[in-house]
């Protein structure tokens, strides 16, 4: 194993991501309170909701300790994860940890029965391959600051954006047999 990767244990589908790094022989320890941050060399924040996510942090004081990790520490959020890392949400009631200079709006590809999935372009791999994104009730990117990069797009919308170490994605890669973008964000 290279090195420990926190998967945030709170809500979603953390064991998913797990095992997807468990595949590229990274360590992996479960996140359920602020201080395990400490044995961490990245963080992924996993889907969700994003309100339950919002009570969570304030509940377990996760929200200074994780934008105090991501100074020198990458983290990756999918979906509800991707709002809690954005500097804004269409939603009163969530509080954004402002890790990324993006706005997102929550559930804006539909409800649960409109969930999809397709085959995305991934150039930043170095590939000519296609990845399979899977959209459950996937928030969408409606801005990207100036410093944002856009790493895969859906029908010309942002669904994945990196600035430095913080990594958005609306979609799960944990869901596939995938690990390719696992792998290059333990690379981060």
Known sequence: MRHTIGILALQGDFEKHAEQLTSLNIETIQVRKPETLEKCRGLIIPGGESTTLTKLFDIYGFYEPIRE??????????C????????????????????IDISVRRNAYGRQINSFVTNVDTPFLGESETFRAIFIRAPQIERVGPDVEILIEYKGNPVMVRNKNIFALAFHPELTHDPRIHQYFSEA
């Open 80 to 99: 509800a994860g991707m709002i809690m890392l954005a500097a804004e949400a269409d939603d009163y009631r969530i509080s954004p940890l402002s890790l």
């Open 69 to 78: 990790f991501s100074r020198n520490h990458p983290v990756m959020g999918t």
